[in-house]
């Protein structure tokens, strides 16, 4: 076996345990976005995302730290996203090139 298979082969394995990890953390993440809304000169914050087909606001307060903490939150989801892609997209080059290579 060739060296650039073997190496492959390893990084495949290594990509899809990252893949799996990756995914496993992105179902624990909300989903969605922080909107406000002002209501008689008071200001509202909610959390919207889709389920089921319909969008959903669920209320989030007014405290600061939880909101703080929902957006770190919400931001280390669309990482985690893009990684997946980026992720995504490499395993299909590298299992492309195995196939070549056989």
Known sequence: MSYFLMMTKREVTRMTALKQNYEKELASLPKGTIRKKAKRARVYFYLAY??????????????????????????????????????????????????AAR
Request: aromatic fraction near 4%; avoid cysteine.
């Open 50 to 99: 889709r389920a089921e087909g319909k969008v959903v606001s669920e209320y989030i307060g007014y405290d600061e730290s939880a909101l703080d903490d929902l957006r770190e939150r919400l931001e280390r989801r669309k990482n985690i996203e893009a990684l997946l892609r980026s992720i995504k997209n490499e395993l299909r080059l590298m299992n492309r090139a195995l196939e």
